[in-house]
Structures are given as structure tokens and as C-alpha cells.
């Protein structure tokens, strides 16, 4: 047969079976996604700059357009929230593929400004003395080099310095925009890529300890990896399931209100062994994200080992992200399994609450005690997203928003306190610091004593509203646990604080760096949110409350 007669044949039976012009193109709201495309737009033209920029520009040609894209998008956010996009307006974005509604917008809000916050802290050049002649951040001169090489040597000695940390700080920050946000389960795990493959990298960039560094980032990546492939499995099961990938479908299936069934599906649809294996399984990959025990274990060494800003940026919005994307797979995908989540997430939120608070009491390193600290507000934050009601989404909102400043800031004081090897973090070196440097001392204070709950911090109005909103729900005994974890956990927090203001400063203790106003900027943000969020949270309560509704 001639190849003229075989294209005759081919196209007839395509032109029969579905004409090319039924295809239809797709729809995008381009304005209801700005912010994350206004972000995705600086990472890829911070990508080029790399490539045409001149080396001694392409620093501040980088901390200002990550700064200028971070603002616009927060203004994008803003301005969605004014036109109701928040409330009347919420709806379904991208075909199906991404939901702007309240909790979406007011968690892209929390994550754009802790990325502001968090990209001051990276953009520091005044800490570290000058080498050869030049200014140098917290970051490797060179990535590519082996740690302690002839090449690294050179690449400090000519002055260069890891500017592609602000294209991929970008990168992590447009996936968390859009994992909270993601109403379909390819979009939630292409949103899980797209930001933790960056973090894993910013991981091994430390200027100093880069053997630590660099552990850091293999554990992180590779414990992140099983997480990730725990997550697309149980997206698999979950499609066999339902055989869909929507939100909105995969729930309705579950309710059994689906009216048309797939004829091809029907057979494994409704198989309650999908349901079940594959919800744990991509509730596993959030927790881990969160940081939840049992899956924390990558939390100490990780911030321990990463560069402290990068520390500090990943505490944070990580977390704000990944507390999104769990809240609405299990109040908008699986209400109708409620009473076969909330057991196991009691489990979860208690042994993460108690574990964090007393493990933590054995640390010696100030970046370990800080990340025990932050896998026990992880269980704090779960008994608000137990509650299952409309406080409960508020509480946790809220206290996302309070604990991101919080964290950014008590981890960009510790960038401060060096000594001749970089930064001091063991704890017998903050001996005394109260002395030295009362004003680092007492900012460091504010921020221990708001990670403790103590009355008029951001910490109090965060803990009070998720013990209430998860008292109103019918779990008063994970109350009473996060009480005694609190209590637990304050030890600590006091500890540190009576080590720094009534111990005797050693001699040849560590020195307080004097930062730039970048650095000073992101401990001021981060004392004045703690302050304004504990002595009149109410506005915010308000806010968080009406935003608090997804739509489904």
C-alpha cells in the first residue's frame, strides 16, 4: 500500500472518529492566578539573569526582583480577597485544577509575606567579616565545588557568591502557593515537586559546616522522596477509587452521591481498601511535610545542617503550605470518612505534641531545640484541624499566620550570635548573652516566650483559639494533652531564657554581629506581628474566620 493511500486512511479515520476541531482549548482565569504566576514569572526571568547579568550585579539584580515579584503577587492576593474572591466569589480556577477561595487566599497572603520576611534574611551580606575584599552571605561562593577544594578555595577568593538560591527560593515559594490551593490530586503533587525539589537543593548551600550542610540536604532529599512516593501511590489508589482525579468528584464518590458512573470504573469504584490504603498514604506524605511524628525525623538534622535563613524560610511557609493542602484533602475530599481519620489523627497530634515538647528538653544545639519546637506546634496546629468545623479552619489559619513571623524571626536572631567558626548555636555559648547584647537577648525572649503560649504574644491567641476550636469539636482530651505539652515545652523556653539573662558570659564567648537593615527589618516584622497578634488579635481572628470556608 502506497504511503499517500496509508495518510488517506489515517486521516479519514481520524476526521470519523473525533474531529480535530472538537477539541477544546483550554480556559485559564489568568487573574484569579496571578500571584503564582507573577512568582513562576521572577523564578524563570531570575534564571536568566543568571545567564546575562554580570556577576558583581547579579546580586542585586536578584534581591530585587524576588522583593518587586513577592509584593506585586501579595498585592495580587489582596486585591482578590477585595473583590470576594474570598467569600462570594470563590470558585473553581484552570478547569477544575485550582480552587480561590477564602483559605486559599489567606494562606498565599501568610506564605508571600513570611518569603518577604524570609528573602531579607538571605539577601544579609554584613554578618560575616569580609573575604578578600568582599562582602559574603550565609551561602557556598560556589555550589558545584568540593567542600574544601582548590576550587572552592579560588571561587571564595574571587569573590563569587550563590545568587541562583533567590530563583530557587522562587521556584519553593510558587509550589507552595499552589499546594494549598490545588483542587485535583495531579495538581497537589506536581505543587509538592515543585516546591520541595528547590528546598532540597538551598539545603546544601551553607557557606560554613558544608559536610553538614550537605547531609542535610541528602537526608532531606532522599526521606523526602519516600514521602513523595507515598503520596503519588496513594494518589494512584485513590484514582482507582474514584476514578477521578477532582476533589469534588473523588468526595462525592465517597458521600455516594455521584450520580454517573465511568462503565470502565465501575468495577474497582467503591472498594473501600482503595479508599482507606490511599488516603493514609497521602496523608503520610502531608504529615510529613509538617513535620509530624512519626514522620519528623528528618526535622533536627535538616534544620540544623541548612543555611539558617533557609532554616528559618522552610519552618515557616513549608509548614503554612502543607497545613493547607491537609486541611482541605480532609474537609473537602474526605468529610464523608471523618470518623476514620479523626482516631488516627488523634494518635498523630498527640504523640507529635508530647514528643516534640520532650525530646526537646534534651537538646544542647539552639537550631535542634528549635525544630523539636516546631515538630510539637505541628501537633498544636492538628488538634485545630481535628475540630472538623468552621472555627477549626480559623484557628488554624490564624496560628499558621502567627507561628511563620515567629519562626522567621527567632531564626534570623540566631544568624547573629557567631563566633570565629560562623554561627554559635550550641547552647552553652548563648551563656550570658543577655549581657553582652541585652536588646538581641530580650528580641530572642519575645520570640521563646510567644513559642511558649505566654499571655500577650501572638503564641497565647494561636494556642487559645486551636485548644478551643478543638474543645467545641468534641476533643476536650487532646486538650488537656496540648496543656500539658505547653507546660512541658515551656521549661525549655525559660531555660534558654534564664541562660542568657542570669548566667555569667564567658570570656571567650561568642560575639552578636551588627546586621544590616535587611536582617534588623525581619526581626523588627517578626517582634511587632508577635506583639500585634497578642495584644489585640481579634481583627485577625475575624479575618481568618471569614476566610475560613472552602469551596467545594
Partial sequence: MSATAVHSLWTTAATAADPISKIDAPKIEYAQL???????????????????????????????????????????????????????????????????????????????????????????????????????DSFAAQAAAVPGSEGEKAAVKAGFTTTEVFPLLMFAVAGMLLFPAANDLVTLFVALEVLSLPLYLMCALARRKRMLSLEAAVKYFLLGAFASAFTLFGIALLYGYAGSMSYSTIAQVVDGTLTTVNPALADTMGNDALLLVGTALIVMGLLFKVGAVPF????????????????????????????GALLRILYVVLPGLRWDWRPVMWAVAIVTMLGGAIVAITQTDIKRLLAYSSIAHAGF????????????????????????????????????VRDAGGEATHLSKWAGLGRRSPLVAAVFAVFLLAFAGIPLTSGFAGKFAVFKAAAEGGAAPLVVVGVISSAIAAFFYIRVIVLMFFSEPRPEGPTVAVPSPLTMTAIGVGVAVTLVLGVAPQYFLDLAGNAGVFVR
Avoid: C
Fill in 381 to 416: 496546629i492538628l488538634a485545630g484541624v481535628i475540630a472538623t468545623t468552621p472555627e477549626g479552619v480559623s484557628s488554624v489559619l490564624f496560628y499558621l499566620a502567627a507561628y511563620s513571623f515567629v519562626t522567621i524571626g527567632a531564626f534570623a536572631v540566631v544568624t547573629l
Fill in 34 to 136: 496571578s500571584p503564582i504566576l507573577i512568582v513562576l514569572a521572577a523564578a524563570i526571568l531570575g534564571i536568566l539573569a543568571e545567564a546575562v547579568v554580570p556577576r558583581k550585579s547579579r546580586y542585586h539584580v536578584q534581591t530585587w526582583l524576588a522583593a518587586v515579584a513577592l509584593a506585586a503577587a501579595f498585592a495580587g492576593v489582596v486585591a482578590l480577597a477585595a473583590d470576594g474572591y474570598a467569600t462570594t466569589k470563590s470558585g473553581i480556577a484552570a478547569m477544575g485544577a485550582i480552587a480561590v477561595d477564602g483559605p486559599a487566599l489567606f494562606l498565599q497572603g501568610t506564605i508571600l509575606l513570611a518569603a518577604l520576611v524570609g528573602l531579607f534574611t538571605f539577601a544579609e551580606r554584613r554578618l560575616d567579616p569580609e573575604t578578600h575584599g568582599n562582602r559574603v
Fill in 296 to 323: 519528623h525525623m528528618w526535622t533536627p538534622d535538616v534544620y540544623q545542617g541548612a543555611p539558617t535563613p533557609v532554616t528559618g524560610f522552610m519552618a515557616a511557609a513549608t509548614k503554612v503550605a502543607a497545613f
